[in-house]
């Protein structure tokens, strides 16, 4: 047997390819920019390799501008996808990073800017899609949205209202309003949490809606086989994001995902390939599933 070299990926310790806490993050502005995190997020620009394993594909990805919508829009680019991106309106500097990655990987890149929280915009982004590229083979329900409160007494009405319209009500207008056109083969998937088994009272709202994205996809799932269609769910741990500085205290931002077993949160890139891996032809026989990635720490 011919040994592997220290350079070869796949023996590379994982624990420090990302960078560990105390970080220097200072506090941002909602929505949260990728241009501001320090440190820098990964999101594979200079490491994903694609395997062609999405080729003639058209995907549309919610919260594409950044974090794990951004690794996921590079890496389905970099397997061939042409590639559908619905971010904020006041997002539109990472958006146009993301399209640039995109392109630069020979795909085509549609930028939607809009809010998920207005049923309008979802349809209209499913027609965009259809418009524009002929097709929609994969639907990536990614956009989220959360904010850190102490008590349940502190939460407004309009904020709970927000947090589920734009982490359940749109995925569930953007199934409803694209599943019926979607080819056999085709595939929809939905970013949960760990905050779905494992929730912080100090996030309840967004816990919550997480729990509730577990529930949509297994029950869908079973719905779309019917016209061939597969539905699962990828539940990250802890993540570095825009959303974290931009929604967490200075002392959780500090310290974020240093409880992991590899003491540190998931770089975006780190995601990316178990939603490669759903999307693509290799996991025909897996529905109705949620992948887990959480540094350790069990949901269960």
């Avoid at 806490?21 to 997020?41: N, R, V, Y």
């Avoid at 146009?96 to 049923?119: C, F, M, N, V």
């Avoid at 349940?152 to 409803?176: G, H, P, Q």
Wanted: glycine share 8%.
């Amino acid at each position: 047997m011919t040994a592997r070299s220290p350079q070869d990926p796949s023996t590379v310790d994982p624990k420090p390819q990302g960078p560990k806490p105390k970080f220097p993050q200072e506090k941002i502005k909602l929505p949260g920019s990728d241009a501001e995190m320090t440190p820098a997020a990964d999101h594979g620009e200079t490491s994903y390799q694609g395997l062609d394993r999405l080729t003639g594909k058209a995907a549309l990805i919610t919260g594409g501008d950044s974090g794990i919508g951004r690794a996921v829009a590079l890496a389905f680019a970099r397997e061939g996808a042409d590639v559908a991106v619905s971010y904020l309106p006041e997002e539109e500097q990472d958006a146009l990073e993301t399209r640039h990655w995109i392109e630069e990987a020979g795909r085509k890149a549609l930028l939607i800017p809009g809010d998920i929280s207005q049923e309008s915009h979802c349809l209209n982004m499913v027609e965009r899609v259809f418009d524009e590229f002929g097709q929609l083979d994969l639907l990536v329900n990614n956009a989220a949205f959360q904010m850190t409160r102490e008590s349940i007494d502190a939460i407004s009405t309009a904020e709970f209202d927000r947090v589920f319209k734009t982490n359940v009500y749109a995925m569930f207008w953007l199934c409803r309003a694209a599943l019926p056109r979607m080819k056999a083969g085709s595939v929809i998937i939905n970013t949960a949490s760990i905050q779905a088994y494992d929730p912080s009272p100090t996030l309840l709202p967004y816990a919550a809606t997480k729990a509730a994205i577990v529930n949509f996809s297994k029950a869908l799932s079973q719905m779309a086989m019917k016209q061939g269609v597969r539905v699962n769910a990828v539940a990250p741990g802890p993540v570095w994001t825009p959303l974290i500085p931009a929604t967490m205290p200075q002392s959780s931002v500090e310290k974020f995902g240093a409880e992991t077993a590899f003491g540190r949160p998931a770089q975006p890139v780190e995601l990316a390939p178990l939603y490669v891996f759903l999307a693509s032809n290799e996991a025909r026989f897996v529905t109705g599933e949620v992948y887990s990635a959480t540094g350790g720490k069990s949901p269960f």
